[in-house]
T-cell receptor
Framework: GAVVSQHPSRVICKSGTSVKIECRSL??????MFWYRQFPKQSLMLMAT?????????EQGVEKDKFLINHASLTLSTLTVTSAHPEDSSFYIC????????????FGPGTRLTVT | EDQVTQSPEALRLQEGESSSLNCSYT??????LFWYRQDPGKGPEFLFT?????EEKEKERLKATLTKKESFLHITAPKPEDSATYLC?????????????WGAGTKLIIKP
């Protein structure tokens, strides 16, 4: 149980284009989803928190117009990186928390984004 | 300020050599301490949640313990497949949301 999937696992896009990453909770309903970014050999950096049906709450320094987050259902959240630049290249990981196990977060496998 | 510190940064052990990883924390009102395992290029894999001092949990060769100031992840007779980065996090309330405050991780290498 508590499986979170992400798609795609790897994506390469050209500078200036947009890319969408999907995060799904497969066997539970995720009332809250989180998006993280991780640089090589560093710990996870929280980008935003989203509750189903509500606007995402972005961490300080994260551009909400660049990183669009939609949490339209209890099993799906999407992160769209708009007008991507090479500095957006990173490892993006989503995480989900159910309403039942209030404090436990389960993570997806991550998406490696490379912007050329 | 809520803070999590993990030590050591890296640990090299021989197969079968038991040891412990440390996670010390300061948080106002602990609502859970979490251990995760992360392999290169993968998302963190949930291992344990501990909620109160004195609590212990076990899974195969791993055992997590919790005091009021720190948590230990004990690894008994490790195997090469236990090599990974082990992350510790505490649940903290930030504004109206609960968030995980992360340690920097301990990279564990088990040599055959």
């Amino acid at each position: 149980g508590a499986v979170v999937s992400q798609h795609p696992s790897r994506v390469i896009c050209k500078s200036g284009t947009s890319v969408k990453i999907e995060c799904r909770s497969l066997d539970f309903q995720a009332t809250t989803m989180f998006w993280y970014r991780q640089f090589p050999k560093q710990s996870l950096m929280l980008m935003a928190t989203s509750n189903e049906g509500s606007k995402a709450t972005y961490e300080q320094g994260v551009e909400k117009d660049k990183f669009l987050i939609n949490h339209a259902s209890l099993t799906l959240s999407t992160l769209t990186v708009t007008s991507a630049h090479p500095e957006d290249s990173s490892f993006y990981i989503c995480s989900a928390r159910s309403g039942l196990a209030v404090y436990e977060q389960y993570f997806g496998p991550g998406t490696r984004l490379t912007v050329t | 300020e809520d803070q999590v510190t993990q030590s050591p940064e890296a640990l090299r052990l021989q197969e079968g050599e038991s040891s412990s990883l440390n996670c010390s924390y300061t948080v106002s009102g602990l609502r859970g301490l979490f251990w995760y395992r992360q392999d290169p290029g993968k998302g963190p894999e949930f291992l344990f949640t501990l909620y109160s001092a004195g609590e212990e949990k076990e899974k195969e060769r791993l055992k997590a313990t919790l005091t009021k100031k720190e948590s230990f992840l004990h690894i008994t007779a490790p195997k090469p497949e236990d090599s990974a980065t082990y992350l510790c996090a505490v649940q903290a309330r930030v504004d109206s949301n609960y968030q995980l405050i992360w340690g920097a991780g301990t990279k564990l290498i088990i040599k055959p």
